[in-house]
């Protein structure tokens, strides 16, 4: 008998208004989400950051809209800074005139107002969540209760020193060699892979490098920036196998001169394979191109990459705010790299800033991250066997599968030091088995919660509902129902128990 329980739909994971995560139990309500069923979104309390605008955000903005006579009948987002304000508003002058588009500030505050209609508001929509540029749940929750909309700000452990200082702390154990000035902060991981690619390619781009090679299936929005970013189509080029070292080879040795350089995962999400990331980086540094590598699916408190590349970008949403409801991300600086000083400066130009109320309760958070990391690598080691042995499952993607352990291990801070994360896929159909599934369903990972998806319907509904994106997918060996399984404290037998009950 599982230990754990169906959450009902729409319910917070963890149970706090700042929740990272919540509750999609069913197949049909994975869909319904993914077509945006009012029968859904209005059971949805909250939902991934960068994806669904938080509820107290949401008040924020009705209240700006009704009180601000500029802004009747109009949209507003409120994003992270004026700067970002101003990108956004930017893109849409150009991309939509007629939207009238415009930067707003107002108390502090910053977004954009443009009139409603529904293309305008999708680009917008996407851009933010690309960038990591929606406002903070905790400051849109302090300028409610300011505003007397809200009674009182959610109550919740923080530290009470200096922040910034203690997660630099804590970092610099698991990226010794660093100072301060090489770990930047930034209020979400995509917003720090964003801003080191950015970086690099202004770089890069003064010395005629225009060319960005992506090493196997990336995080979406990763893959996103890389095709908006790239100055053409020619620019962008995906290498579907991240194994292939000979291959990427050859691609430098016809290239070497045009290309920036390489964006990487360590392991890549979702079908966690390690690419050799000191060959790579050997081959980056003798053809002048940059090495970025997001080590998230991992942590960078599990693998030590940063001496072979130029930045490490990665979300501190994963593993260090283990608790499920902040987001936050760090690039991070290789002092030694050729670039070191011109990358601490651009980055730091293009980060979007941590708010103060999530910088205290990461802080916090963050004494833990070897401990929760500890108690995740146990258990995922006898999940991940217990998978591989069942025979009701096809495939087991983790940090230690055959085709990439070696390289995995090679950057492991210990032998099994893994990370959280398992992707497999079944012999039979996916719904009943998801239906059936007692564990908490939904995105993101990580958390001390365990928590599993259908990965591929959840990040890239598009291609699994398509013809043609099902044959995008089947090129780059992705099953459309591939399940993403993340691994949380809770004890490996209940988690087993539960998967072998839904497998019968």
């Known amino acids: 008998m599982s230990a754990f329980q169906h959450l009902p739909l729409g319910q917070r994971i963890p149970p706090s208004p700042h929740a990272v995560s919540c509750s999609l139990p069913t197949m049909s309500a994975v869909r319904g989400y993914e077509e945006k069923d009012p029968a859904v979104m209005d059971r949805l309390s909250s939902g991934y950051p960068r994806f669904v605008v938080h509820p107290f955000a949401k008040q924020l903005a009705a209240h700006f809209v009704a009180t601000v006579p ?18 956004l508003a930017s893109f849409l002058q150009d991309q939509f005139p007629a939207a009238a588009a415009a930067a707003f500030s107002r108390d502090g505050l910053s977004g954009v107002a443009h009139a409603k209609a529904a293309a305008p508001a999708a680009r917008a929509k996407t851009f933010l969540q690309n960038v990591g540029g929606f406002l ?3 400051e849109a929750e302090d ?6 909309l809200v009674p009182a700000a959610f109550a919740e452990t923080v530290s009470s020193g200096d922040a910034p200082a203690e997660i630099r702390a804590a970092l610099r154990r698991a990226l010794p060699g660093t100072a301060d000035a090489d770990l930047l902060l930034a209020g979400c991981g995509m917003n720090a892979v964003h801003a080191a690619f950015r970086a690099a390619a202004e770089i890069q781009a003064a010395r005629g490098r225009t060319v960005w090679l ?3 299936w990336l995080y979406l ?14 620019d962008y080029v995906y290498l579907r196998d991240p194994l292939d070292l000979e291959g990427i080879a050859r691609i430098f040795a016809k290239h070497g001169a045009r290309i920036a350089g390489i964006v990487a995962e360590l392991p890549t999400n979702p079908l966690i394979q390690t690419p050799d990331i000191p060959a790579l980086s050997e081959l980056c540094r003798r053809h002048g191109a940059h090495f970025i590598v997001d080590p998230s699916v991992a942590s960078v408190f599990s ?8 930045v490490v970008a990665t979300s501190l949403t994963k593993y260090t705010a283990s608790e499920g409801d902040l987001t936050a991300g760090l690039v991070a600086i ?35 991250t070897e401990t929760v990391l500890a108690r995740i690598d146990a258990t995922t080691a006898r999940v991940a066997a217990f998978l591989s042995a069942h025979p009701k499952i096809a495939h087991v993607y983790w940090a230690l599968q055959p085709d990439s352990r070696a390289h995995y291990l090679r950057l492991a801070r210990r032998p099994d030091a893994t990370g959280g994360m398992i992707s497999f896929t079944l012999r039979g159909p996916m719904d009943p088995f998801y239906d059936r599934l007692r564990l908490p369903k939904g995105p993101s990972f990580g958390m001390k919660t365990t928590l599993i998806c259908p990965f591929m319907y959840l990040a ?9 994106g099902l044959a995008e997918l089947a090129a780059s060996k992705l099953d459309p129902d591939l399940l993403r399984l993340c691994c949380g404290t809770e004890p490996a037998e209940d988690i087993i128990a539960s998967l072998a009950e839904a497998l019968g």
């Open 70 to 87: 500029e802004l009747h009948d109009r949209t507003l987002w409120l994003t992270t800074s004026p700067r970002l304000s101003h990108a």
């Open 136 to 138: 903070s749940s905790r």
């Open 143 to 148: 300028h409610l209760v300011r505003l007397g």
């Open 214 to 216: 992506q090493l196997g």
């Open 221 to 234: 929005d990763t893959i996103a920036l890389l095709k908006r970013f790239t100055a053409t189509p020619a």
């Open 303 to 310: 693998v030590d990459v940063l001496p072979h590349c130029d």
């Open 334 to 368: 290789n002092p030694t790299g050729p670039d070191a000083a011109e990358l601490r400066r651009r980055v730091a130009a293009e980060l979007e800033p941590v708010y103060p109320r999530d910088l205290a309760r990461l802080a916090f958070e963050i004494r833990e």
């Open 460 to 468: 890239h509904y598009d291609l699994v509902t398509t013809p043609a």
